[in-house]
């Protein structure tokens, strides 16, 4: 198997409909949230060739509301690349059908995703081939993201 | 508005979960025609830029059975333009994610969408552009479905 | 097992709740299909006594709109049978409760299944009793439409 | 409106599919219970010609267990009338389509619906036909149980 | 195991969301009946420590509409034990959150689960501790709807 | 209106049914966040006394597999104020009803939801009453994680 062959990138859409609102009437946040982890599951799995759980979950931000008849384009990638885990950044845009209107961010997190074997144990996972500039740029920023959880988890640790 | 500019296809695409299983344990066809009508609606609905209704399917194949954790891709085009109708060519493709295989084709159909005014009146909608080769061969194929489709009205309603 | 003594049709109803509503408010049409399919799906497998998938759908047509609150009532015949094919004539009918009206036909479809082995393979169905002239009225339409069907791929497959 | 041209009786089906399933994998009770719960709805609500509400549900008893693939018939019958409520008897029977089954009762139980006027008060309901003797044994029963069931209310609000 | 250690009490919560709504508009009844079984099922699950299924409601009783939006608290307790059967009360409480509103009744029931072993025959279950006053009361009024419940069904038997 | 009489913590709690699973068969991440989310509505709605909706979410970690049948308990308690903001600590237990287990931790975030007034605006809700050393130590937890949000938007703001 090619590396470089895999995609690393998955889109997921979607047309609101009204057994997905919540108690005000617009789109329930819950049902976009379990769209974001259906949509990095998929692209996690595809990149992993293996069986993937989501571990954690980072900086959900909901910057537009959404509302029934609405478009939902919900973006995977997966953008850094630990022993075991795979970090996917997750962008939903939201596009009006009815008044033609551009697509506008909606909501974006980082999910972090463990890729397991046929055991259910972590497994290691390709390495990214990070051909482009900015595929090294977003791999850093997860480095970073990384890095500062896992610094943040040794000082829970010690002081527990 | 600029005709030209509005889009006359809309991807919409899922991951398959066991909530979606028929008797047999495979993906149940109804869950994948009701993801086609929606589909077919979202893109009848931006390119006429109104509420639209279904008003017939026609062939409607399934090539291939789906699965459990298949990623299903429904592209919906609008191909042919009636006065207030649209005639949407509606494809399904099936990837096995587990597998890194390439999308197979799994269903198609063409769907017959009507544009309705704020009165629930059939409204007429705008020409299509036209500027390729491919989408002029596409319209005459849509009209060729849609003249046999009046024409067989006609005999009906002779006969009745 | 006497075949004469295996009903041809099946009736399946519902009354139209709130979460099949569509964007607009009314039942949306993608979950008449599931309906419609289930149902063929039931009296194709009840006929055939044997695993069934749906092959295609022909003719599907919207007459009229359904709104939440209605009873829809399906009705599933077997009305042809191929070598290891059924096709099945679906019709809906709504009903409003409120108004203590009389049931109007609302869609109809023609679905052809496939009768499947506990191996996946097409497997022979036993023949159609064709006792009354209704019956061998609807065989033989049914039958006009099988075999165009299969003109036309034959046509298809020599111009690809 | 002629009272004896309404009917009494409804009949809602379905075929069950896994995502109604229960944790040991058979058909969730809960599910039927539902469905029991809507088709006397519709049945008081079309011979009651308004609005109605389900106030209470009296021994619903569960005989056969209910498996994914079965067909389910639930049929609801108004066999008694009280100022403004109705008793309406439900019965479910489950046909096994795989072994063309004869179809068995699987659960049964009396709903009583009270109809509301517009202001969601009480309003009378127009009196059953009673044309056969079974519908009178049905209503004297019925009857006994209505008269039961006050005359305990009666004792806890004494008691209270 | 130490049979008093067992926990007879669980609750179940939900918010009410559109999903749910019957016809008119309001929380569906039948969407409460499925909830108060799921919970008498692990109340009884819990306490038999096996697989236990529905045998009978009774005494289902709506006091209040339930509306979307509202926080729903279902109690199931386990009341009485017959050989292999448990009766357990049923309780959902409703609140309004939005007007800081207190929990009210909104429906009761007493629902009979019998306990079955691997091979999906009864099996007995441990005796209530009852080591209050309050459960040794609820355990009387479970015994005297136990034995009522016999007998009746005693009677139906001679008369059929 | 009394602020101290607000409760702070509500808990919503669910049995796992098969419908919720995801491809390899347990509970689907994103139907645990959907509860989460709905559960941390309802703290911050019965808290604020008014619409509110999810801004963001922090620090979602997964600790434990949830299985089909598991009981799933959530608990919000709403643990810091800024103006309109409420953040809200979620964490969600699973016990195995069938092997009498304990509840274990499986799942926590922080949810910051904002109060909006009749015409979605943001508005101020009461203070914390904050008489208990750990509520105090929560809320100066929850304040620093504010700070840390607010002063990291700045940073993004001024490279942007």
Same mark, same amino acid.
């Given at each position: 198997?090619?590396?470089?062959?895999?995609?690393?990138?998955?889109?997921?859409?979607?047309?609101?409909?009204?057994?997905?609102?919540?108690?005000?009437?617009?789109?329930?946040?819950?049902?976009?949230?379990?769209?974001?982890?259906?949509?990095?599951?998929?692209?996690?799995?595809?990149?992993?060739?293996?069986?993937?759980?989501?571990?954690? #979950?980072?900086?959900? %931000?909901?910057?537009? &509301?959404?509302?029934?008849?609405? +478009?939902?384009?919900? =973006?995977? @990638?997966?953008?850094?690349?630990?022993?075991?885990?795979?970090?996917?950044?997750?962008?939903?845009?939201?596009?009006?059908?009815?008044?033609?209107?551009?697509?506008?961010?909606?909501?974006?997190?980082?999910?972090?995703? #463990?890729?397991?074997? %046929?055991?259910?144990? &972590?497994?290691?996972?390709?390495? +990214?081939?990070?051909? =482009?500039? @900015?595929?090294?740029?977003?791999?850093?920023?997860?480095?970073?993201?990384?890095?500062?959880?896992?610094?943040?988890?040794?000082?829970?640790?010690?002081?527990?």
């Amino acid at each position: 198997m090619n590396v470089e062959s895999i995609e690393t990138k998955i889109v997921i859409s979607e047309v609101m409909m009204p057994s997905k609102a919540n108690v005000a009437g617009n789109i329930h946040g819950g049902e976009i949230m379990k769209l974001m982890d259906s949509t990095a599951y998929a692209a996690a799995r595809r990149y992993a060739q293996s069986n993937v759980v989501t571990a954690r #979950v980072d900086e959900l %931000e909901f910057h537009l &509301p959404i509302l029934i008849g609405h +478009l939902v384009v919900c =973006t995977a @990638e997966v953008v850094f690349i630990g022993r075991s885990s795979l970090e996917v950044a997750v962008e939903v845009e939201v596009e009006d059908l009815d008044h033609n209107g551009r697509r506008q961010k909606a909501l974006s997190a980082y999910f972090t995703m #463990v890729a397991l074997d %046929e055991n259910a144990r &972590p497994k290691s996972v390709p390495p +990214l081939p990070l051909k =482009t500039q @900015e595929s090294q740029d977003k791999f850093a920023e997860g480095k970073r993201r990384y890095e500062e959880h896992k610094a943040k988890k040794r000082r829970q640790l010690e002081k527990a």
